[in-house]
């Protein structure tokens, strides 16, 4: 008896479809005219994992699709921040990491110790930062959009709080709740404004997901 | 990459049908041609496939060099393992005698990858000596073997720079093509999609699709307007040019902002201080309603008119070029008609630079708005109450320093503000109302303090801007809230700059 040789092979097949050669890095995402490699998902889905206490390889498929997502994300806020010269410095990121700190009661070495307690290294911290302040930056210009919150929106959303507590009248009144219902209802504005600006980007911008998880 | 094998197929006769049946033996070799796809074939595979992200596993790579081994050499190969683009090799952050670098690494494949002339780079080690030879391998960029088209104009095509021959540019087509449905959508066909579709047909070439969705005619059914008393008035500002934005012609946007303010100007004239006008549009099918929503917010009548700050003239003859008087509905436009009047009066007396800032005291329960002119000659100074003597000046503290666009006169500014006497005391504050202030830059419709502590800052910057009282509400104040004579400290963030 011979050997089973399934050899098939025939034109027309996309080089992705080829299992490739080991590499050290790749393109792993194109975001209109910039790319990602794939070593940068994989540090960042090494930290995810770090944080989670796992190894890389226990990481899920959903997840690495997230990581992947989430870089793309941040490309693409890159490129605009980039588009409309905006950028975050060092010193914007120091002070950032101060208020931090002292938000934590932590000095500032102190609160990196904590971080690297958690998996999350200095440079990879301060990137962070930049990150989000570079997002808030440009989430800023956008302001305009974001539906003002008036007393009826606040009323209605202690209606619904009222809805949902077993009894109403352990919930404290309407005038103690506003400023947390306000704050609660301009996260949620801001988390929607984020969403849709974030949508249109992606609308308007080419990307292309090569590896990094599945669909 | 490795390279695919050449034409000739081989396939070996393996498994029969079912999994019952044991595989028959190989006895022969057969030699076949592969099925050439037709032209319909060749179509519908391109326009099939969007250019959708295609995705792998998060495939097993090789293992890094080790950070500290030493670069022997770089190169930059294609498929066939031939040296190109040696030309870009000494411009790349990956040298030979540095130690390996994996972020130099990134930096190089994306310098590579920049020049637009290559689908795919990747980045290959191997041991050399006690180093590593760094090998970038790049697959070039596609070719366009047949461009087919679904519905698409040859127009569109022609716009989207794709042709048999040219160079495959997914990330150039895609910004076309959303470029072209927008051209649609201004032309009413709000639906209208542009999909760009690719399939490989050999190596380095590729078939594009390009298809084209207009979709219906979107056409505006009504125009409406709620809330308001004076429709015949609002509705005779709508512009309407080739007959858009009316009834039986497509949706202008812009036409239809510009056409708001001349609104809200209206409105003003007829003292709705406290108006609001905002439209939205309703679709149902192919038919568009527009709406206007008015809040007229009710008339509101001169209260006390003042005259205020470097007087030039006699008294008497700035009140000769008012015309307004107490009691009067309020009426934007023969206020700044009037102020336009002293303006030239000011220059005719040879003090062109003397700034004619109108200030108003509102009192929403009256529904009255006091008028105080108040004019600065910035070439006097004016001493400050809380240091007599001393002239006060606007003192402006950069906190943060901005790093998008700057803000000159005439730019509408969108900032977010709180103020305080003093003594730490806040009177008003944007933020805490959730809604930022908008502004034209220079034009007069806040405190000189204020615009002045605006002007100059970038986009994303933040000021504390301490306004003395010549430059702010001056002797008189704003009873209740901001007594007579009052420093003003400003914190100042500005969110965003642009057109008037």
Redesign the interface.
């Known amino acids: 008896?011979?050997p089973?040789?399934?050899?098939?092979?025939?034109?027309?097949?996309?080089?992705?479809d080829?299992?490739?050669?080991?590499?050290?890095?790749?393109?792993a995402a194109?975001v209109?005219?910039?790319?990602i490699?794939?070593?940068?998902?994989?540090n960042r889905?090494a930290m995810v994992a770090r944080a989670q206490k796992l190894d890389l390889s226990q990481l899920t498929?959903s997840v690495?699709h997230e990581v992947t997502e989430r870089l793309v994300e941040e490309q693409l806020e890159q490129n605009e921040a980039d588009k409309?010269?905006?950028?975050?410095?060092p010193q914007?990121v120091e002070?950032t990491l101060e208020q931090l700190a002292q938000a934590n009661n932590a000095s500032v070495p102190k609160f990196i110790e904590a971080a690297k307690g958690q998996g999350v290294s200095e440079p990879e911290l301060r990137e962070a930062l930049r990150r989000q302040l570079l997002e808030a930056?440009l989430l800023?210009?956008?302001?305009?959009q974001?539906q003002?919150?008036d007393e009826k929106d606040l009323r209605n959303r202690y209606e619904e709080l009222k809805k949902s507590v077993k009894d109403p009248k352990d919930l404290r009144s309407f005038d103690e709740l506003k400023p947390e219902l306000?704050n609660q209802l301009?996260q949620e504005r801001v988390a929607q404004l984020r969403e849709d600006w974030l949508a249109q980007l992606r609308?308007?911008?080419?990307?292309?997901?090569?590896?990094?998880?599945?669909? | 990459m490795k390279r695919l094998p050449p034409l000739l197929l081989l396939m070996l006769t393996i498994v029969g049908c079912g999994r019952a049946a044991m595989p028959a033996p190989v006895t022969t070799l057969q030699v076949a041609h592969a099925h050439t796809p037709t032209l319909e074939e060749r179509k519908a595979a391109a326009c099939h496939a969007a250019l959708a992200p295609q995705r792998g596993g998060l495939v097993a790579s090789a293992e890094p060099p080790d950070e500290h081994r030493v670069v022997r050499g770089v190169q930059i190969r294609d498929a066939a393992d031939r040296p190109v683009a040696e030309d870009l090799i000494p411009s790349l952050p990956v040298k030979a005698g540095d130690a390996w670098d994996a972020s130099h690494g990134r930096d190089a494949a994306r310098r590579i990858w920049s020049t637009g002339k290559y689908a795919d780079v990747i980045i290959d080690s191997k041991p050399d000596g006690d180093g590593v030879a760094i090998v970038f391998r790049v697959a070039p960029a596609r070719t366009v073997e047949h461009v087919f088209t679904v519905d698409a104009s040859e127009d569109d095509v022609q716009s989207m720079r794709v042709r048999e021959g040219a160079t495959y540019a997914p990330v150039a087509l895609y910004s076309a093509a959303r470029a072209i449905e927008g051209s649609y959508h201004d032309r009413g066909y709000l639906d209208a999609k542009l999909e760009i579709g690719s399939a490989q047909v050999g190596e380095g070439r590729v078939d594009v699709c390009v298809a084209a969705r207009t979709g219906p005619l979107v056409t505006i059914a009504s125009i409406e307007f709620t809330g308001t008393t004076h429709e015949a008035e609002l509705r005779n500002l709508l512009t309407s040019e080739d007959g858009k934005n009316a009834p039986g012609g497509i949706l202008d946007r812009d036409g239809l902002d510009r056409d708001s303010l001349y609104m809200a100007a209206k409105l003003y004239d007829l003292g709705y201080v406290a108006q609001k006008l905002a439209y939205r549009t309703e679709r149902r099918g192919d038919q568009l309603r527009v709406v206007f929503d008015v809040v007229e917010g009710g008339v509101y009548h001169i209260g006390k008119i003042e005259l205020r700050g470097d007087l030039g003239a006699p008294k008497a003859a700035y009140e000769r070029l008012i015309t307004f008087k107490r009691g009067d509905v309020f009426n934007r436009s023969v206020v700044g008609a009037d102020l336009d009047a002293i303006r030239a009066l000011e220059k005719a007396a040879g003090r062109p630079d003397v700034e004619i800032t109108p200030e108003s005291n509102v009192d929403p329960d009256k529904r009255t708005i006091d008028v105080i002119v108040v004019l600065h000659d910035p070439h006097k100074t004016t001493p400050s109450a809380a240091s007599p003597g001393a002239a006060a000046k606007l003192q402006i503290v950069e906190v943060v320093p901005g790093h998008g666009p700057q803000a000159k006169s005439g730019d509408r500014v969108t900032v977010h503000y709180k103020g305080t006497f003093p003594d730490g005391t806040v009177f008003d504050s944007s933020i805490s109302r959730g809604q930022p202030f908008v502004f034209v830059l220079g034009g007069k419709a806040v405190i000189p303090g204020f615009d002045r502590g605006v002007a100059g800052m970038r986009v994303g910057g933040k000021r504390r801007v301490t306004i003395p009282p010549d430059l702010g509400y001056g002797d008189r104040g704003v009873p209740p809230t901001i007594p007579p004579k009052s420093t003003l400290i400003f914190e100042l963030e500005l969110l965003s700059v642009g057109p008037p």
């Open positions: 008896m011979f089973l040789l399934p050899v098939i092979l025939s034109l027309g097949v996309s080089a992705m080829v299992q490739p050669a080991p590499y050290v890095d790749r393109i194109v209109g005219e910039r790319v490699l794939l070593s940068e998902v994989r889905a498929e690495l409309q010269k905006i950028a975050i410095s914007d002070a930056a800023r210009t956008h302001t305009s974001l003002r919150i306000f301009m609308g308007r911008t080419f990307v292309e997901v090569r590896v990094g998880g599945s669909s």
